[in-house]
Nanobody, 124 residues
Framework: QVHLVESGGGSVQVGGSLRLSCAAS????????MAWFRQSPGKEREGVAT???????YYADSVEGRFTVSQDKAKDTMYLQMDSLKPEDTAMYYC??????????????????WGQGTRVTVSS
């Protein structure tokens, strides 16, 4: 059974940094396509970043240049390094895994498995 567990969330001031982790288990091989999504109170869930085969990345315009997604395939873990955080980055962050077609876009129906989320709060 596939499980995704996020960690690393917390409270930080504007301009600060956090590193989120997503540990995947239950896969025979490391997931090919992984992603980060987020949902702020009162808003729909939105895509943040995807990574394909541990190498090819795709970002939402709102985080491009500030966030970096990476994957350690040996550990079946994906990371999201978040720098220069802004109040609008405050959200619950979720990781997801999907088929190859999912990577490079944020169509939510493409993603098969989801974690429970980790909360990030950015205060001024």
């Amino acid at each position: 059974q596939v499980h995704l567990v996020e960690s690393g969330g917390g409270s930080v001031q504007v301009g600060g940094s956090l590193r989120l982790s997503c540990a995947a288990s239950g896969y025979a091989k490391p997931p090919v396509c992984m992603a980060w999504f987020r949902q702020s109170p009162g808003k729909e869930r939105e895509g943040v970043a995807t990574i394909y085969n541990g190498r090819y990345t795709y970002y939402a315009d709102s985080v491009e240049g500030r966030f970096t997604v990476s994957q350690d395939k040996a550990k079946d873990t994906m990371y999201l390094q978040m720098d220069s955080l802004k109040p609008e980055d405050t959200a619950m962050y979720y990781c997801a895994t999907g088929r190859t077609v999912a990577c490079g876009r944020f169509r939510q129906s493409d993603w098969d498995y989801w974690g429970q989320g980790t909360r990030v709060t950015v205060s001024s």
